[in-house]
């Protein structure tokens, strides 16, 4: 059996040849990928198509083209598996819900399901307990609620794809086709925070405590890495 390798060394044993490598490479990310469809699912598709195999379908696409992704490895390989997955989801989003619409629309992506919206606010939100905490709490996920749907739909996928996908800096660069460093102030500004000046706007949460505090300072800090 082959000892675990990183992706890379996946890649590089894959563009010799061998087999065992390709299978790996195609079977690394299914539950990354399973979770990035599970969050993008429409609803009105949910009753007929299993995440899991949207990510099969897509993942057959990727042994097809795996060679030539070889030859150019133009992106980091997960950002490309969930490319083809995206486009998957997209063509059956296309076929089941765009075309029983009787009027003629620019084609548009799949929103976010309700489901996956409400879990975003539950992550960007602190952790309360007691009964006092609750109730600030459910205040604070309305007021988060209505924060994100105010946002841009660019600011809005980055927090998709880092908290809910929970893709590195990155991986979620690669997939919006920025760099490390837009993607990082694309984070911040999605956050409340003007990156050109250094002012916490509070668009979601009002740190008051100090543990909110330290809590708000952990979660800047893994947004913009060491110093």
């Known amino acids: 059996m082959m000892a675990e390798l990183d992706t890379e060394q996946l890649l590089d044993a894959a563009a010799q040849g061998d087999g065992q490598a390709r299978g790996q490479l195609l079977t690394r990310h299914l539950a990354r ?9 429409d609803r009105r598709l949910a009753a007929r198509v299993d995440p899991s195999d949207v990510v099969q379908e897509a993942l057959a696409e990727a042994d097809r083209r795996l060679d030539a992704y070889l030859s150019e490895r133009p992106i980091s390989f997960y950002p490309w598996l969930r490319q083809l997955a995206w486009s998957q989801l997209r063509e059956l989003y296309r076929q089941h819900v765009q075309a029983r619409r009787r009027s003629v629309t620019r084609e548009a992506p799949p929103g976010l399901p309700d489901g996956s919206v409400f879990e975003l606010a539950e992550r960007l939100l602190d952790a309360g307990t007691g009964p006092s905490a609750g109730m600030r709490r459910d205040e604070r996920r309305a007021a ?4 994100l749907d105010r946002l841009r739909d660019r600011d809005r996928e980055v927090l998709v794809l880092r908290y809910l996908e929970q893709l590195s800096t990155a991986e979620a660069a690669a997939v919006m086709e920025v760099s490390e460093g837009a993607a990082k102030v694309r984070l911040l500004r999605a956050l409340g925070v003007d990156p050109a000046h250094g002012v916490l706007r509070l668009s979601f949460v009002h740190y008051t405590s100090p543990a909110e505090v330290a809590q708000a300072i952990a979660a800047l800090e893994a947004v913009l890495g060491p110093a």
Do not use: H, P
């Open 33 to 41: 990928l399973r979770r990035m469809v599970a969050v993008r699912l």
């Open 144 to 147: 988060v609620r209505m924060a």
